[in-house]
Nanobody, 122 residues
C-alpha cells in the first residue's frame, strides 16, 4: 500500500521555524517527484516546494524562496520541508504528494498525505 504521512506541524510565532516531514511507504521517494502543498481556509491548494532527486531539480514558490528548504533523506525514505522566518500568511494545512512525473501543480499529483496544520500567529 502506498502511503505518505506528514508530521511536524504546529503553532509557531512569526519569525519562528518548523520542519515538516513526509514519510513514504510503498514508493521510493528518489524515484518520484515529491511536492509540498498548502491550503488556507477559503483558498485553493497551492504548490509550495517540489523536488525531484532523479532530475536533481527543486522548485519554490516565490514567496517562500530563501525561507523554506526542501530536502530528501533517501535512507529514511522521507522528504522534509524546513520552514524558517515563518509569517502569518504561511498558515494553512500542509500536504505532501507524490507522482512519477509532475511539476508543482496540485492537479498533477495522484498520491496524497492527510495533511498537517501549520499556524503562524502571535
Amino acid at each position: 500500500e502506498v502511503q505518505l504521512v506528514e508530521s511536524g506541524g504546529g503553532l509557531v510565532q512569526p519569525g519562528g521555524s518548523l520542519r515538516l516531514s513526509c514519510a513514504a511507504s510503498g514508493i521510493t521517494v528518489d524515484d518520484y517527484v515529491i511536492g509540498w502543498f498548502r491550503q488556507a481556509p477559503g483558498t485553493e491548494r497551492e504548490g509550495v516546494s517540489c523536488i525531484s532527486e532523479s532530475a536533481n531539480t527543486t522548485y519554490y514558490k516565490l514567496s517562500v524562496k530563501g525561507r523554506f528548504t526542501i530536502s530528501t533523506d533517501s535512507a529514511k525514505n522521507t522528504v522534509y520541508l524546513q520552514m524558517n522566518n515563518l509569517k502569518p500568511e504561511d498558515t494553512g494545512v500542509y500536504y505532501c504528494a507524490a507522482d512519477f512525473l509532475a511539476g508543482c501543480r496540485p492537479d498533477e499529483y495522484k498520491i496524497w498525505g492527510q495533511g498537517t496544520q501549520v499556524t503562524v500567529s502571535s
